[in-house]
Structures are given as C-alpha cells and as structure tokens.
C-alpha cells in the first residue's frame, strides 16, 4: 500500500472518528407539544427537521400529547423529574409551575428582538412579577357558530343577540324535527367550565369576585338555570355530559347543530372538514352585557433543562413569521405575532374577523394558584346539575364554599 493511500484511508478513518464523536455530543432538545389537530404533529416534526439542518449539534424530539391529557402528563413527567426541555400549557396553569419553581424565565434567554415580535396584549398572561415565564403559542377568543341553513329552515334569519333570542331560535330548530339540534352545549372535560361562564359573564358575573368564588352570585344562578332550561326543553344534544368540546364540533361538521360557541379553528377544521357546510359566525349571545372568552397557550422553558441554548434558539426559529403564517393557517389561530396579523391570508379573512372584534369583551381566565381545581369543581357542579342529580342553587352555593377555600377567602 502506497503512503498516498494510506494517508487517504488514515484521513477518512479520521473524519469518520470526529464525525461520529460530533454525533456523540450533539444536544438533544426535548419538546412537549399540545395537539390541536391532526396538522399539529407533522408541523412540528417540520420546524424540528428545518431546525436540525441550520443546526446539525441539535437534535429536536417532538412529544405531541392531546389536550385532554396534557396536564395529567406534565405532572407525572415533572414529578419524575423527567419533563421535556421546552412544553406547550394552558397559560392558566403557568402560575402553578412558576410558583413550584418549574419555569425559567426567558428574559435574558430570549432576545428582546423575539419578543418584540408579538403583539403585546398576547404576551401579557405570561408576565409574571416582571418577569416573562412563556411565548404564546396560539390566542383565540370564543364566538357563535350558526348554522344559517337550518335557521334559514326554522325561519330565522341571522344570529341570536340575547340569550332569550337563542332559547327562542332553539324551539324554532326544534319544531322543525328531525335530527337537528337547537344548541350544542358541551358537558364534560376540558373547558367544561368555560363553556358555562360564557352565559355566566354575560349576566354581569365573575369567576372570582373580591377574592371569592362568583359562583353563589345571581349571574351564575342565571346561566345555570339558562342551560338547565335548555336542555330540560330538548333544546340541545341528549346527554350532554357526554360530549367534550370536539364531540360537539363534530355535531355541527356533521351539519346537525344549529348553534354552538367555539373558537378560531372550527372555521379552519369546517373548511378541510365540511366545505359545503352553510354557517356564519357571531358575538356570543348577551345577557346584559356582551362577553367572550380570551385564551392564550404558552411554550416555557423548564428550569432544570440542560439545553437551554439550544430551547432558546429552537424558540427564535420556531417563532419566524413563516412558520407561524403556516401554524396559523393550518390550526385557524389569531396571529401572535404582528407580521403575521398584516399578512393577507388573516387581514383579509372573514372568520377571523369576526373574532377579533369580540376581543374587546374577552375576558382571560384569573391567574391564581389552583386553578384547575376550581376548574374541575366547577365542571363536577355544572354535571351535577345538567344531569338532575341536584338543583343549581344550592349545588353552586355549595361548590362556591369548596372554592373559596382553595382560594383561602375569610
């Protein structure tokens, strides 16, 4: 063997050796992610690939979990010690993980050119202290879907504007027979709750009132008695405290609910899902006063992660305005990032429109320690009742005084 050859094979084995040492030292950055739809996954597993090619000492693993069980896994994984680098959460439940001590901030991690690039309302439940814990992920409000075809039938010719139209636009829908649905009304998991305060806050109600649980007030007897009615009337889907929010999406897809209250991406799942499907959407009907539901999701930083670099630039890629038009586009979120909002595709489009006007009204869940389990009695109360097991007075007065313990009232 010539020295030539042998110099070129000893180079190769040289390369090979620094090439699979570089391999042996990459980073691995862990990220839990939500999952909103079935677009959640690959889009994710997208950026993480584009990521790696930029940055090939990184290698990005993508968790998606479904919602319905997104907490439960961040508490084993957290008690486990065991949690991912970077996690998408419910920014409801951000001030449990920051008071636990789970959460890094990001300032001073992440550049002020990143933040700079949102739309400063959005980033504001994440402010904690002075102190910024998470980036929004996705924002949303909640509206009326309408289905204008099976009004249209009902002879009603637009959306109701009080809650007495829709009760009224309900029997219509009902006297029509058949299959369809007046209201949609969801009764079981995730934003069980939600749902109710929806009628709740358009009575003049809170969720917490002078550090107390607004669930003894008159509003929240109201919306009670308002969605018992309904559904004692045969106004909504039989057995409601079977159906979580995707099982009643799914009724009005399937063109068999004339009105539900929802989010951003129905618009988005109707339009890949159902495109011949006739609806339109409106304000959530009024009690006395009009009201929405404002919600962010945030991506935090875990405070034991030994990749925090790496998160850091994963989180300035992952947030460039390209990808967030297709994350958008692809789960029907508002923008988070104001690029993105002057973008044609959102600027122009008539369905986000109408959420963004609602926006004014919004109101945001209460940031406070506990949150999910005043969420979680108060989806047990409303079961409760919604199945006759109890009358909404005294189960609210009740669930009220088991509230305002976790909330330490006097």
Known sequence: MSFMTRALKLGALAAALLAFAGLAQAATLRVTIAEYSAKTGPFF????????????????QIEVVPWDVLRQKLDTDIAAGANADLAIIGTRWLIDFVKAGIVEPLD????????????????????????????PVAASARALYYNTEILGKAGVDGPPKTWDDLVADAKKVKALGGDAI??????????T???????????????????????????????????????DQGLTQQGV????????????????????????????????????????????????????YGVTDSIILSK???????????????????????????????????????????????DLKAFTQVLPNARFAPVIPGWEEIAEKTGAALQSIYLGKGEPKPVLTDTATSIDTILGAK
């Open 45 to 60: 597993n997208e950026v993480a690939r584009a990521f790696e090619k930029d940055n090939p000492d990184t290698k990005v």
């Open 108 to 135: 001073g991690t992440i550049p002020a050119e990143v933040t700079g690039r949102f739309i400063e309302p959005f980033l504001r439940p994440s402010n904690m202290d002075g102190k910024l814990y998470g980036l």
């Open 182 to 191: 007046g209201f949609g009304l969801q009764g079981k998991e995730i934003e």
């Open 193 to 231: 709750d939600v749902y109710f305060y929806y009628a709740m806050w358009s009575y003049g109600g809170e969720i917490v009132q002078n550090g107390k649980s607004g669930l003894g007030s008159d509003a929240a007897l109201k919306a009670a008695t308002l969605y018992k009615g309904l559904i």
């Open 241 to 292: 405290t079977a159906y979580n929010r995707e099982d009643v999406q799914n009724l009005f897809k399937k063109g068999r609910v004339a009105m539900m209250i929802s989010a951003p991406f129905l618009a988005s799942q109707i339009k890949t899902e159902a495109p011949n499907l006739k609806y339109a959407i409106a304000p959530v009907p009024a009690g006395t006063v009009s009201a929405s």
């Open 304 to 350: 034991n992660s030994k990749a925090k670099a790496e998160a850091a630039k994963f989180l300035e890629f992952a947030f460039r305005p390209e990808w967030r038009k297709k994350f958008n586009l692809n789960e029907g979120f508002l923008p988070v990032l104001k690029s993105v909002a002057e973008m044609p595709e959102f600027k122009d489009n008539a």
